[in-house]
């Protein structure tokens, strides 16, 4: 896997490939949480309904 | 950074429409039954099932119940916090949120899916799909069932713990089966994914509920249909984009799927 590769149309290094996408999960897991899991009451109230709808905990 | 760049497009655009095809599903199947579990929120609340049966034997616990009787008005959304108003407000914000939460969902499918080569077309897209209902639907739903408003749980703190960690095992223990080919790896694979349900999740003193029974299972039902509806299309939309971005994947030869 020391290789170059070619992914999504652009030619990288194994390691900058992977610090990349690293980056991109980082980016999601932020995304996700915040909606998820933040104890904000105004984020809680905004997204009640898509909570309850995604099964995350609630209340 | 071209691949980041382009990894989040793909996301972006697939994470946009598998959520707008999400909040479609949300309106018609789990929001309607969310407004009527909060219609036992409302009226439920001063009574609280304890008066009946148990009454004479534990004098001390009427006391709690009966000052949280008295703010009643007060319910937990609060008067203090802003909130959306019911109706198309309401509606606007479970929209844009899940649409955000599609593209915030699709950037990990897509980072997890370029790290193992990525996907080449719609079909082994929708594999993907599945793999992530199996991680945040299906796992934690094991342990801590969709609940309506209304409905007894545990510590929230506590249930949020164990959900990540449940996502995080059911994660690791199917890539390990998936992407490493070997027969412990695959064994620590399924051990990982049965853990969190043995740790178990952590569950309310009682489930005793002012929401019927049936109303709960037809939610159950519901989300996670919904759910799975929204990861196979998500799994699907990627695998169709990522061509538009030209990248051969390199794993044709592997494909599991």
């Not at chain 1, 999504?8 to 998820?36: I, M």
């Not at chain 2, 996907?119 to 609940?147: D, K, M, V």
Request: hydrophobic content about 50%; overall charge negative; some cysteine.
């Amino acid at each position: 896997m020391n290789a170059a590769t070619i992914s999504l149309g652009a030619t990288v290094s194994s390691g900058s490939r992977a610090a990349q996408l690293g980056l991109v999960a980082l980016l999601g897991l932020f995304v996700v949480g915040f909606l998820g899991f933040s104890h904000m009451e105004v984020v809680h109230n905004a997204g009640h309904d898509y909570r309850h709808s995604m099964a995350f905990p609630c209340h | 950074m071209n691949l980041f760049r382009n990894a989040v497009f793909t996301a972006a655009a697939a994470g946009l429409l598998a959520g707008l095809i999400l909040a479609a599903l949300q309106t018609f199947a789990t929001v309607p039954l969310i407004l009527q579990a909060e219609t036992f929120e409302n009226a439920g609340e001063p009574a609280h099932d304890h008066g009946a049966a148990p009454t004479e034997a534990t004098p001390a616990e009427p006391t709690p119940a009966e000052s949280a009787a008295a703010p009643a008005e007060s319910d937990h959304h609060g008067d203090e916090a802003w909130g959306p108003e019911d109706g198309f407000e309401r509606f606007a914000y479970t929209l844009a949120i899940n649409v955000v939460s599609g593209i915030g969902f699709a950037l990990l499918l897509v980072a997890a899916s370029e790290l193992a080569g990525g996907i080449s077309n719609w079909r082994q897209g929708t594999f993907w799909g599945f793999a992530g209902f199996a991680i945040f639907t299906l796992a934690p739903g094991l342990g801590l069932p969709p609940e309506l408003p209304a409905m007894p749980a545990a510590d929230l703190f506590a249930r949020q713990v164990w959900w990540v960690g449940t996502v995080a095992a059911t994660a690791a223990g199917l890539a390990l089966i998936a992407f490493r080919g070997s027969a412990p790896l695959s064994i620590l694979g399924v051990a990982l994914i049965v853990l969190p349900h043995i740790i178990g999740a952590p569950q309310p003193e009682t489930h005793e509920s002012p929401v019927p029974d049936g109303l709960h299972h037809q939610f159950v039902v519901a989300v996670t249909v919904t759910n799975l509806i929204f990861w196979v299309a998500l799994g699907g939309i990627v695998g169709l984009v990522r061509q538009r971005f030209l990248g051969q994947s390199e794993n044709l030869g592997k494909s599991f799927a």
